[in-house]
């Protein structure tokens, strides 16, 4: 079994830090965003029998929270 958590960010933001960009002119371009903007967090699983999840780390309210050791050990318990 391999399992992953990927993080999507709700502004549309996504992260080209392995992105390389080769040009004639300077593409630098300063833009302002959020310091910690608002995300979701969503875990899958893939089996020789498929597909486990999605799973999406959310509180009793919808709300996305933070991943950490009780919050992945709930889902493993409950979830998986």
Not at 4 to 15: I, P, R
Not at 20 to 30: F, G, H, Q
């Amino acid at each position: 079994m391999f399992s992953d958590e990927a993080h999507f960010h709700l502004s549309g933001f996504v992260n080209k830090q392995n992105c390389r960009i080769w040009a004639n002119e300077n593409p630098r371009v300063i833009v302002e965003k959020l310091m910690h903007p608002q995300r979701v967090t969503v875990w899958c699983g893939l089996w020789a029998g498929g597909v486990i999840g999605p799973y999406f780390f959310e509180n009793e309210f919808g709300q996305a929270v933070t991943v950490n050791g009780v919050r992945y050990r709930e889902m493993i318990s409950d979830f998986l």
